[in-house]
């Protein structure tokens, strides 16, 4: 079985191939970051505009790269949100049109499900592990027991933890996306210099909140004494938000490892694991706290390789693959969900656009 995949619910142009034995066959990526970069986030409509000038070229690129033509797949998916709904509709316009033509079925696939399932594709992992997923756009923490079957242990009240990696980028003069600088900048600070709060530490439950910590690090930076921002201060600072942001993740995910492992004892000899995934799984100081935290739980830890972490079409393509097996296909009348949690019921999700 072979499935293309499509993204384009963010600031990446994706499209991808992936067959039923785990392999991607094509995995073709445009990046917007330049475009968006002198804003210091992303701008809906020139994300939209810049989908509606690729997309067509990345799914030839793809197709071409993978050396497999229309007639020889035998779906398409496409991301059908949540996300920004411009972007959404010319990846679902492109995927129903190559769907129409090649007489293929169509798979609207939620990005989330999307991060949920790339450990399958990468490391073939059965069902059910837990997952963390931390992005751009969602921080949470899920029981993933079954394609479409999600059980939501936590979810954060404010900022999502990409958004606070790249908010936290911005009070430091450090560019866009955030998390990949604060990271560099890291490495060579002093964690303990600045005393940063640990959102939510210690609380029952898996929720999340780091609103408080960008405040606080907004404060640590006013409060500066002479010099004010240099390098070095600018390093200690990224490495006191980087681990408050580690014990804050840790802490919050050693309550649901204790969830997931009451609602799914582990059998003999089978490991439970515990997934990263997202954007921010990227991160290897956050990757090494948690993998840590898992080992100490007895819990094996997989995580993706960082190109898979973030956006791209292969976890679309595998996500559709998945589901195009069990029979759980969709209308050339989906309409795309700006918003779509992945607990929710598929058929429970608002049909018309709302921002
Ligand atoms: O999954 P993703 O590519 O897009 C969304 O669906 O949101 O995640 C992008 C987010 C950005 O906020 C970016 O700053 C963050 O992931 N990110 C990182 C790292 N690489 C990307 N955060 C922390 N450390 C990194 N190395
Ligand atoms: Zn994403």
């Not at 509606?52 to 070229?57: A, E, R, V, Y």
């Amino acid at each position: 079985m072979i499935v293309l995949g499509l993204e384009s619910s963010c600031d990446e142009t994706a499209a991808a191939l992936v067959d039923g034995d785990r392999r991607i066959l094509a995995d073709e990526i445009l990046s917007q970051l330049d475009d968006h970069r002198p804003y210091g986030g992303i701008v809906p409509e020139i994300a939209a505009r810049a989908h509606l000038d690729h997309m067509d070229g990345i799914v030839a690129r793809a197709l071409d790269r993978a050396g497999v033509g229309l007639a020889e797949i035998d779906g398409v998916a496409a991301t059908g949100g949540p996300g920004l709904i411009g972007g959404v509709m010319v990846g679902m316009m492109t995927a129903k049109a190559i769907a129409l033509a090649a007489g293929k079925p169509l798979v609207a696939v939620n990005h989330l499900e999307g991060h949920a399932l790339t450990a399958r594709l990468t490391d073939g992992l059965d069902f059910p592990y837990l997952l963390l997923l931390v992005s751009g756009g969602h921080c949470q923490l899920l029981i993933v027991e079954g394609v479409g079957r999600y059980v939501r242990l936590g979810t954060t009240i404010d900022d999502a933890v990409g958004e606070a990696f790249d908010k936290a980028a911005k009070l430091l003069g450090l560019g866009y996306p955030g998390g990949p600088e604060i990271e560099r900048a890291a490495a060579a600070g002093d964690p303990a210099r600045f005393d940063l709060p640990r959102p939510m530490k210690g609380r029952p439950g898996s929720d999340f909140s780091f609103s408080g910590l960008k405040t606080a690090l907004r404060r640590a930076r006013e409060t500066l004494p002479a010099p004010g921002l240099n390098d070095t201060v600018r390093a200690d600072l990224a490495a006191g938000f980087q681990a408050a942001v580690a014990d804050a993740l840790t802490d919050r995910t050693a309550n649901a490892i204790d969830a997931f492992l009451d609602r799914h004892p582990p059998a003999a000899g089978e490991p439970r694991h515990l997934v990263v995934a997202g954007g921010v799984a990227a991160n290897r100081f956050l990757r090494a706290r948690l993998e840590a935290l898992a080992a100490g739980r007895g819990l094996a830890f997989a995580a993706p390789p960082p190109r898979l972490c973030t956006d791209n079409g292969a976890m679309i393509a595998w996500a559709g693959l998945e589901r195009l097996r069990l029979g759980l296909t969709d209308g050339l009348d989906f309409a795309p969900r700006p918003r779509w949690p992945l607990d929710a019921p598929k058929m429970a999700a608002p049909k018309v656009a709302v921002q």
